[in-house]
Structures are given as C-alpha cells and as structure tokens.
C-alpha cells in the first residue's frame, strides 16, 4: 500500500499538485515571517487583525480565568456558562430564537448539511460552496443537486424539475464565495425558497466580521436576515478566535442539538476560546466600520465585491511559479489548485486585510499579472 500511496505523492509532485505545511518563524497582524524573510501576508483570513495581535491579546487576559480545555462533549460536562452566554450574544445580535457553538465552519457545514435533510428530502446546493458543504450532503441520507455558479435561472429550472419529488427542501449557498470572491444573489434565492416552499441555509464565514453595519454579514448589509431560515459564521476568520455558529428559529437549532454529528461526537471548543470570542464581539468588532469600509472600498477598486480577489493563472505549475515571484518581491500567498477549484483555473487568491494598504495591493496584483 505504501508504495501505491508513494507513487500518487510523485504524481502530484511532477504535477506541481504536491502541497506541504510551510515552517513560519512567526506572523502578526499583516506581516509573516518566513526563511528570515518579511512578507506581507495575502493568504490570512485575518480580515480584521484581530489574530496573531499581542496587544490584544494581552488585553484579554489581563484578569481571565478561563481554563484552556474542556475536557468533554457539550451534552456531557463540556458546556459552562459563557458557552450559553455567547450563544445567547448571537441571537440576540441576530434577532434569531437560538444559536449553537460547533468547533470550526467545517464541523458546522459537515453537521449541519449531514442531518438537516433526510431520506425523501433534497438539498439545492451551488456548486462552488465550500467542500465542507459538500462533505455533508455526501454524509446525508438525502437526494442533493449541484447547480450551476450563482445560476438563479438553472437553480429554478431544478427546483421546477425536482421540488414536488421530494417532502422537503433546501437550498444552501455561500454569501461571499471563498475562491472567487463574488457574493451570491441573495434575494433572488430568498424569493425561490418563499415560492418553493423550501429552507435556504446561508454559510456567512467570509462576511461575518467584515459586511454590515455591525458585521453580521451580507444578510445585515442587506436587511435580509429575518428572511434566512439558517445563518451560518465563524470566529475562526475575520474574529480571530476558533469555532463557528448557527442561528436560526428554536426547531432548528434544537434538531441540530440533537442530530448533528459533529456537534454531539466532538469535545467543546476550550473556554477560553469561547471567552475570546464573546469579548471580540462586543468590545472590538463595534468599533471596525470604518477599517471594514476601507478594506472593501481598495478591495472594490481592484474589481472585486468583497474582500477576497481571485487572479487565475490556470496551470499548476505557472500559479505557483507566480507565487514564488510575489514572495521574492515581498509578498506571500499560496497557490490554490484542485480540487480546491476547478481544473484548469489554479490561481491566486488575494485576501485583504485592514493592514493592507491599496498601493501594497495593487503592486501585488501588478506583479501577478505580468506573469500571466
């Protein structure tokens, strides 16, 4: 067997496929530090600096006592207050019935897609929502449909063909799209759900922390989160902590309690963490508008709706021989290749931050483009 496993690693070698963890000394808020280099850093998901900050750090545990393990399940031992104190912040921020903690985005997309639809139901899925997604469908008892990217015309074409063949339904998009940056047309999936009888699930991990008002996502920039039936975010990105939520209506939040896998099968998350992310949420996010705006407002310039700029290069190995000519020049991000995306469309993913200026950007996407 090894020597079939070793064969697919010098497959994916020849193919410049082959992927490792790179060895950082360190990083902060928008530089990382690698082979005694400084490199600005255009692959984090810390969109609002809030990770790798030593000041805020501090800041935060001056006086905490939280412990750094929970040692169980939350329907065991593993839940203490401040989990339900958190989980009741989110509704109430969300004017939704409930919210429930899970460990990361992936666990809640695996638990929440695996369980929510069953046998005689359908799932209505993008087909570029994140893998996580499409790892729970697969675990799922149900029937699911991919349709095309941010295709409303083809999702209704589906819904049209299929909806009466099943007892229930969902549709479950992204908001802002992980690789490709573009946000999905959120009323038009909220006027097919009404006019189909269906449950729409909407995945906010790349928004929440960076759109709205106070940053609950697209849904607040929109004024449409009363009519999304489950929101789904996490504090593991623009929050700077670890773990992910769900918020929505009591039946549903409570039939995740009781059927999602990954929630009920895994230890809670360490308090501490949980503390963490309460305190961001309530006494650093309120005040990023103005940094949110900003990054969105160079992020626009550059052609993209959200913080996230794709530059597709198309082969393997020219996508990553163009990261080499960013890190040589002082800029670091990773080449995102299959199956991350499709075949033939391997790329650079530019992710902002606040730190980012625009001129550090656009020399960075000047320098990606001449390679091209």
């Known amino acids: 067997m ?41 692959s984090s998901n810390n969109y609002l600096g809030f990770a790798d900050n030593k000041a805020l750090t501090k800041e935060f545990l001056n006086g905490v006592e939280y412990s750094f393990g ?40 695996v638990g929440i897609n695996s ?8 799932i209505f899925s993008d087909k570029l929502n994140h893998a996580s997604i499409i790892d729970g469908m697969r675990l799922g008892e149900s029937k699911f449909f991919r349709y095309p990217h941010n295709n409303m015309e083809a999702l209704e074409k589906l819904l049209i ?8 339904a969902v549709i479950v998009s992204e908001s802002v799209f992980s690789m490709d940056g573009d946000i999905a047309d959120l009323e038009k999936l909220i006027e097919l759900k009404e006019k189909y009888n269906c449950i729409l699930i909407l995945d906010e991990a790349h928004a929440f922390g960076v759109f709205g ?30 773990g992910a939520f769900a918020v929505g209506n009591k039946t549903l939040i409570d039939y995740l309690t009781n059927k ?5 099968f895994s230890t809670a998350l360490p308090p501490i963490n949980i503390a963490f992310t309460k305190w961001i949420l309530e006494n650093k996010l309120p005040k990023t508008y103005d940094k949110r705006m900003q990054m969105l407002s160079i992020a626009k310039k550059a ?70």
């Open 115 to 122: 369980s929510i639809a069953g046998k005689g139901d359908v």
């Open 161 to 168: 063909r299929e909806r009466n063949n099943f007892d229930n």
């Open 2 to 42: 090894l020597e079939k496993l070793d064969k697919q690693l010098k497959n994916l070698k020849e193919h410049s496929h082959f992927r490792d963890i790179k060895d950082f000394e360190s990083k902060d808020e928008k530089y990382i530090y690698l082979n005694g280099e400084k490199l600005i850093n255009l």
């Open 260 to 264: 999602a896998r990954s929630f009920i």
């Open 213 to 242: 008002q106070i940053g609950l996502g697209v849904c607040e920039t929109l004024g449409i989160i009363d009519k999304v039936d489950l929101i789904v975010g996490t504090f593991g990105k623009a929050i700077g902590s670890m």
């Open 303 to 372: 052609g993209s709706d959200s913080h996230i700029i794709p530059i597709v290069i198309g082969g393997n190995k020219e996508t990553v021989e163009t990261c080499e000519i960013l890190y040589q020049n002082g800029y670091f991000t990773l080449p995102i290749r299959p199956p991350t995306v499709p075949e033939g469309t391997s790329r650079l993913r530019l992710s902002l931050t606040t730190e980012i200026t625009e001129q550090e950007l656009n020399n960075a996407i000047s320098l990606a483009k001449q390679t091209k």
């Open 70 to 109: 929970s040692a169980s399940a939350r329907l065991l031992t593993g839940t203490l207050p401040i989990f339900k104190e958190l989980e009741n912040l989110l509704a109430q921020l969300f004017n939704k019935d409930k919210a429930l903690i899970f460990n990361s985005g992936y666990h809640a997309n």
